[in-house]
């Protein structure tokens, strides 16, 4: 039996997300205006940068959710991103009164549209992201990393081509954070997926294309294309020396924002 | 704790109830105050005795009107607070009603309703509907408009329908809300219904008290009183415990400490 | 020290030596908010029969008809305007009460309907809805006038409309009311254009009463002060019936809330109702109305009739 996780794309190639002219503000502060973040089809993007720069926001636009800012998000295929992105935020937002099983299908709950080849697809993602006995458990039964991991299968379940991230791994402990970082690179290969991460070895290890994201108003760098493909191991030699530059870069943009 | 008859947690309300008799027969004794103000236990218990079938029967017509007038006004608030939270007009008509219904006491509202509706079940029942529509509309309207808006992000994202999304994550995601005012609600529905009987009725444990009253048979006047005080905590248990079935997920802050 | 001692010393004997000009306090307890039925006793209040008797009277009126009697009973007032039928059931329960003074002689009580409405005469009520307000005895004197027709309280549906008498029977949920008041509902409805008309209880079965009695506490009974009250009371009786519309000026006085079309009316019709000897007590009308109290089985015994009811010498 095939991995349904390796059918985990949709049958076109994922296609690429352009960001242009977008603009924020909250009251009179400007968070970012006229930027401009491109996606890369099939590859992992990691927006980094500090708390509060905005990244979110952005990350939201593209989600079609944020009703205050502007700008427009358009695919490379040119059909609309809405009806084909998945979303995970750092919450795992599972809802309390359904079972992990239950969570998992909800976007087909929400569209009537579930099928038996649903509930099999589900108990293969269960099983994939090792959550195979907890199925009938309810979130409040369950750790943080289990409840993390049920979000990440539930992201998984529509197999959408684009998949937004939010910070999804910054509230587990490092060693969980390291095995779901892994997981979610095997099994999101092949769709365009944007990380949003504070964590420079977060992005290092598993970004093809790295934008760093700092100053108010915000503005975004030339990304970083480290070699070789992620996940990278964290103790791959030639991520030290990129990992103190960023760090670096962070911190100085930290000490600008505070001055102001 | 395997609910209610669990013999644990039957002895403390006990020994709570025998102290407060012994307490009130010491009182009566000690103060020397005269039956026909305030009758001992004792006194209480031979009238129960001898006027069981009485009270008996207008406890029946106490309780109908209790229910009913429960399951009316939960019914109607719940219809009110889903309008208002959905439809901009409900919520303009209805938000000036129901504080309207919550500022003037149901005392001077009784005489009007007995006139209009006659002096059977339909006042008394009318009298309770009106003293809960506050509490279950005010609550479960506010649970329907602070549903977590991860989850309604995550709904967007997986295009649900607003009908979707009311049925399987506002609704649910309300109940809790919905349960505190329905226990209030528990609470205060038989004041309704013994409001109206004083106001003007045939039958029912409130008219029975003011009879007894007039006829200088306060011992019967305090069995009916008991009576009524007994079937209003019962009542208000079974909806307690009803409620926490109907919401399984609510988290309780001391699990181990609740009485059951 | 010395000084402190003094000036006690010289407070006692201050306070014994003017007895007479400290007046006695006293609380009477009315049995409903201020009404022409309570007509003697703000004349007398007025006139100052009640200062010259050493009395200084306070009226309360109370959230509960009920309340007044017991009140007294338990020591908590010094008397109370209340009902000879109430009287009676009140002795039966052993309620320490004594009846000192009639305020109104003949009963106010009455069966009503709606003058064009379907009920003529009592036979009509077979089948229909009477309203009543609790006063403990109304489906007693309804039975006994229903008896006197033929009928029983099983041929008539009771409700308890809680003084609200006239709404009820012009609303038309009802199609009679017991409990009210000849003086006062017949020409609350006049005024309402829905014209009344009463059954006179004690023209349909059921004995004569007095409607308004004053009664004390039977350990006070003997106390010189109640005598004094029942004195007071019988001088502003005497006012009120030689010089009825300064007797109306008075009433209005200090209660101008009272100044409107029912009270004149109610006025004019319970003058001739008040009794014009307060203290004299009619033995054998008392002992009849208990013998009809306990044959309706409202009442378990009869004490004898000094325990509940005395004539003040």
Redesign the interface.
Same mark, same amino acid.
């Given at each position: 039996m095939t991995s349904p996780a390796a059918s985990v794309a949709s049958p076109s190639p994922p296609p690429g997300v352009s960001v242009r002219d977008a603009r924020l503000s909250y009251g009179d502060t400007l968070l970012f205006d006229g930027l401009a973040l491109d996606l890369a089809p099939g590859r992992w993007t990691c927006l980094l940068g500090p708390s509060g720069v905005g990244k979110t926001t952005l990350l !939201?636009l593209i989600? $079609?959710?944020e009703q205050g800012a502007d700008g427009q998000a358009t695919c490379g295929d040119g059909l609309p991103a809405? #009806?084909r &992105?998945?979303?995970m935020?750092q919450?795992d937002?599972l809802?309390?009164?359904l079972t992990l099983r239950e969570n998992l299908v909800?976007?087909s !709950?929400? !569209? $009537?549209d579930r099928t038996r080849e649903t509930e099999a697809r589900a108990d293969g993602l269960l099983q994939e992201i090792g959550l195979g006995d907890s199925g009938s458990l309810?979130p409040?039964a369950c750790s943080g990393g289990m409840r993390q991991r049920a979000a990440l299968a539930r992201t998984l379940m *529509?197999r959408r081509p684009i998949v937004l991230m939010d910070e999804p791994f910054s509230a587990l402990d490092a060693i969980t954070r390291l095995q779901l970082q892994d997981v979610a690179a095997r099994l999101l290969a092949d769709c365009t997926v944007l990380l949003v991460t504070h964590d420079p070895l977060e992005a290092l290890r598993l970004g093809h294309d790295i934008v760093v994201m700092t100053g108010r108003p915000a503005t975004l760098g030339a990304p970083i294309r480290p070699p070789a493909s992620p996940p990278r191991p964290a103790d791959d030699p030639t991520l030290i020396g990129e990992h103190a530059r960023l760090l670096g870069e962070l911190a100085r943009a930290g000490e600008e924002s505070a001055r102001r | 704790m395997n609910g209610y008859l669990g013999s644990r947690a039957l002895v403390r309300p006990i020994i709570v109830f025998a102290g407060l008799l012994a307490g009130w027969q010491a009182i009566v004794w000690a103060s020397g105050?005269?039956p026909?103000?305030l009758p001992g236990p004792a006194a209480v218990v031979a009238a129960f005795r001898k006027g069981a079938d009485l009270i008996a029967q207008n406890a029946g017509t106490t309780i109908v009107e209790i229910v009913a007038g429960f399951a009316i006004g939960a019914a109607v608030g719940a219809v009110s607070a889903l309008a208002m939270s959905y439809l901009r007009p409900a919520r303009r008509w209805l938000l000036p009603v129901l504080v309207v219904s919550q500022a003037v006491p149901v005392f001077a509202l009784a005489?009007v309703l007995?006139?209009w509706l006659?002096?059977g079940l339909e006042s008394k029942i009318a009298m309770a509907v009106l003293i809960i529509y506050f509490p279950v509309t005010a609550a479960f309207y506010d649970g329907l408009r602070r549903t977590?808006p991860?989850?309604m *992000?995550?709904?967007? &994202?997986? +295009?649900?329908?607003r009908w979707?999304?009311l049925r399987?994550?506002r609704l649910?995601?309300a109940?809790p809300a919905l349960g505190s005012g329905l226990r209030v609600a528990a609470a205060v529905a038989p004041i309704g219904a013994v409001v109206g009987e004083? &106001? $003007?009725?045939?039958a029912g444990l409130g008219?029975l008290m003011?009879?007894a009253?007039?006829?200088?048979?306060t011992d019967l006047m305090f069995a009916a009183l008991f009576v009524l005080a007994i079937i209003g905590c019962v009542f208000y248990f079974t909806v307690d415990s009803a409620v926490r079935r109907l919401v399984?997920?609510q988290?309780e802050s001391h699990p181990e400490e609740e009485f059951r | 020290m010395k000084k402190i001692m003094l000036s006690l010393a010289a407070c006692l004997w201050l306070g014994n030596a003017l007895p007479a000009a400290a007046a006695d306090k006293k609380t009477v307890l009315l049995d409903w908010f201020v009404n022409p039925d309570h007509g003697p006793l703000f004349v007398a209040l007025e006139r100052g029969y009640f200062r010259e008797a050493g009395l200084d009277v306070e009226f309360k009126g109370p959230a *509960?008809p +009920?309340d007044p009697p017991?009140l007294v @009973? @338990?020591g908590k007032a010094d008397l109370a305007i209340s009902y000879q039928p109430?009287l009676h059931?009140?002795a039966d329960?052993d309620?320490p009460l004594v009846r000192v003074a009639t305020l109104v002689a003949t009963p106010l009580n009455s069966l009503v309907v709606l003058k064009d409405g379907p009920v003529k005469q009592i036979g009509d009520l077979k089948g229909r809805t009477v309203?009543f307000s609790? #006063?403990?005895?109304e489906d007693a004197m309804l039975g006994a006038m229903l008896e006197k027709h033929g009928l029983s309280l099983k041929d008539v549906?009771?409700? +308890?409309? +809680?003084f609200?008498l006239s709404?009820?029977l012009v609303?038309g949920?009802?199609d009679a009311v017991i409990g009210a008041y000849r003086n006062f509902e017949l020409n609350q409805l006049d005024i309402l254009k829905k014209p009344g008309r009463a059954f006179y209880v004690e023209e349909e079965g059921v004995p004569a009463y007095d409607e308004l009695i004053v009664v004390a506490n039977r350990k006070d009974i003997a106390k010189p002060q109640i005598a004094a009250f029942v004195g007071a009371l019988e001088r502003g009786v005497q006012f009120l019936v030689n010089h009825p519309d300064e007797s109306w000026s008075l009433f209005i006085k200090e209660r101008k809330e009272l100044n409107d079309e029912l009270n004149k009316r109610a006025w004019r019709d319970t003058l001739p109702r008040f009794a014009l000897r307060p203290a004299a007590l009619d033995r054998k009308r008392y002992e009849a109305f208990a013998a009809f109290l306990k044959k309706q089985g409202?009442i378990e015994k009869t004490p004898a009739l000094e325990t509940f009811a005395v004539e003040l010498e």
């Open positions: !939201r989600a $079609g959710l809405h #009806g &992105v998945a979303y935020a919450q937002l809802l309390p009164w909800l976007g !709950r929400l !569209r $009537g309810f409040r *529509d | 105050v005269p026909y103000i005489p007995t006139l006659g002096y977590e991860g989850w *992000d995550l709904a967007h &994202v997986m +295009n649900a329908s979707a999304e399987h994550i649910p995601a109940l004083w &106001v $003007g009725s045939s008219y003011l009879h009253n007039a006829r200088v048979q399984p997920w988290a | *509960d +009920n017991k @009973a @338990a109430q059931m009140q329960r309620l309203g609790v #006063g403990g005895f549906k009771l409700v +308890n409309v +809680n609200s709404p009820a609303s949920k009802v409202l």
